[in-house]
């Protein structure tokens, strides 16, 4: 079946730090694959994607890049910031007609200054 | 760009009771939308698959009997719990699939209380 796990967290940073979020991925097929961040009380935000292997998504200073051969789709961030704090989501699409997003579980990132 | 607009954003009522959470498509067409719970510091859960139409697909472990899901035109979806029970306290967040492969929108989220 489709899954999609991600590195527990919290994972708390200062701020400037360098961020990585790891996140793999068991799907058939060809997948899309996504970052989403939900901000404290908010809704899920689109971070970024990818439709294909070797492609890049980015955004805000975030990364990552869809890797076939390693199912991996891990998110990084230079330089953080306290405004980067939020619970971000890895996330995977089949590509099948009428199906939702498959979401891992949530990593929490808390950038102090 | 596309936007899924829920209502409430928040609700709260007493046990034994129903609530209906709406969620209208507001410049597209979305003929499936999805039903997510969210737990607090967990991952969003899809609870089933709304379809315009015609029946909505529960995922395994969902009483279908309890979330009753509605999709009677292009642009709305409705949720509605029923007989609420304290344990269905949740976030719950609506989705629509739109455009190309890849495109997904959604709600705000609608914050459960059940006293």
């Known amino acids: 079946g489709n899954s999609v796990t991600q590195m527990e967290g919290p994972v708390t940073l200062s701020e400037e730090a360098f961020l990585t979020i790891n996140c793999t991925y068991t799907?058939?097929?060809?997948?899309?694959l996504f970052w989403y961040v939900q901000y404290p009380g908010e809704g899920l935000q689109l971070l970024l994607k990818a439709t294909k292997a070797d492609d890049k998504g980015s955004n805000k200073g975030f990364e990552a890049t869809y890797r076939k051969e390693t199912t991996s789709f891990h998110l990084e961030k230079g330089s953080v910031q306290v405004s980067d704090s939020a619970v971000y989501f890895c996330?995977?699409?089949?590509?099948?007609?009428?199906?939702?997003?498959?979401f891992g579980k949530g990593t929490t990132l808390s950038v102090s200054s | 760009g596309a936007v899924v607009s829920q209502h409430p954003s928040r609700v709260i009522c007493k046990s034994g009771t129903s609530v209906k959470i709406e969620c209208r498509s507001l410049?597209?067409?979305?003929?499936?939308m999805f039903w997510y719970r969210q737990f607090p510091k967990q991952s969003l859960m899809l609870m089933a698959t709304s379809n315009e139409g015609s029946k909505a697909t529960y995922e395994q472990g969902v009483e279908k009997d309890k979330f009753l899901i509605n999709h009677a035109s292009l642009t709305l979806s409705t949720l509605t719990v029923t007989s609420a029970h304290p344990e269905d306290s949740s976030f719950y967040i609506c989705?629509?699939?739109?455009?190309?492969?890849?495109?997904?929108?959604f709600g705000s989220g609608t914050r459960l209380t059940v006293v």
């Open positions: 410049d597209f067409q979305a003929t499936t």
């Open positions: 989705s629509a699939r739109v455009g190309d492969r890849d495109g997904y929108t």
């Open positions: 799907a058939t097929g060809y997948p899309s």
């Open positions: 996330a995977l699409t089949p590509n099948q007609a009428g199906t939702a997003l498959i």
